[in-house]
């Protein structure tokens, strides 16, 4: 049997418009607690023993990258100048600039470069959880909050069951040919879950935790913040 290995990709070529005034720079080079946003999930994976290589997908002409200091972790990262206008756009074509530097059937642990909270024993439990099934996974957490659907007014229009409903996360995994195959063909997904679902796949969903989160507007900033150094994280 052919050992498969483990690479990550993360795309970072946005801008972060939710941010609003926060957001003099693209969202994924704010300082949190020292260092870039993006720098927490790139430390976190390259940390990753079972990971061999973490690359991460900017914009072309991105000129921030170069700003920081990014020797220590050297050694695994990996920057790809090939970012395009959406998430899916950009992880296809960092999966397209890679595809000679991994097999078909190696696994991709696609994590969002705002998800700075990223911890290795997520990375671990979505690893042991994922790595022999073929439809793949995402971290994820069920839905605790009751759900309104508005109408076209703000009112709510319905209340929606929350049962066997989860909320997405990331990293989320798959193997490299099948999820560029889906990405090539589904090019309006927000996640790489939804190309693989409309694949014909059934990902598997590993429940994750909270901390886990994902910065999207100011105050998410300061909530990422009080994690990483409750978590004794300066880096």
Request: hydrophobic residues 45%; aromatic residues 6%; glycine residues 8%.
């Amino acid at each position: 049997m052919t050992l498969t290995s483990y690479y990550a990709l993360v795309p970072a070529a946005g801008s972060g418009s939710r941010m609003g005034d926060a957001a003099a720079k693209p969202k994924q080079y704010l300082p949190l607690c020292g260092r870039p946003l993006i720098h927490h999930a790139l430390a976190t994976l390259c940390a990753v023993p079972r990971i061999a290589r973490v690359f991460v997908v900017l914009s072309p002409d991105d000129g921030d990258w170069d700003g920081h200091d990014w020797s220590a972790l050297a050694p695994k990262l990996s920057p790809l100048f090939c970012g395009g206008g959406t998430r899916a756009e950009s992880v296809r074509n960092g999966l397209r600039a890679i595809a000679g530097q991994v097999r078909e059937q190696d696994w991709m642990l696609v994590h969002d470069a705002a998800r700075p909270c990223l911890a290795p024993w997520h990375v671990d439990a979505l690893i042991d959880a994922v790595g022999n099934d073929e439809a793949g996974g995402l971290l994820a957490m069920p839905v605790a909050d009751t759900l309104k659907r508005a109408d076209g007014e703000g009112r709510i229009a319905a209340t929606v069951a929350r049962d066997q409903l989860w909320q997405a996360q990331t990293p989320q995994m798959f193997r490299h040919k099948a999820l560029r195959r889906a990405l090539e063909t589904h090019a309006g997904v927000t996640d790489e879950a939804g190309a693989m679902e409309l694949q014909g796949f059934r990902p598997r969903l590993v429940a994750a935790d909270p901390t886990n989160l994902k910065v999207t507007y100011p105050l998410d900033l300061q909530l990422a913040g009080w994690i990483l150094q409750h978590r004794g994280e300066t880096i």
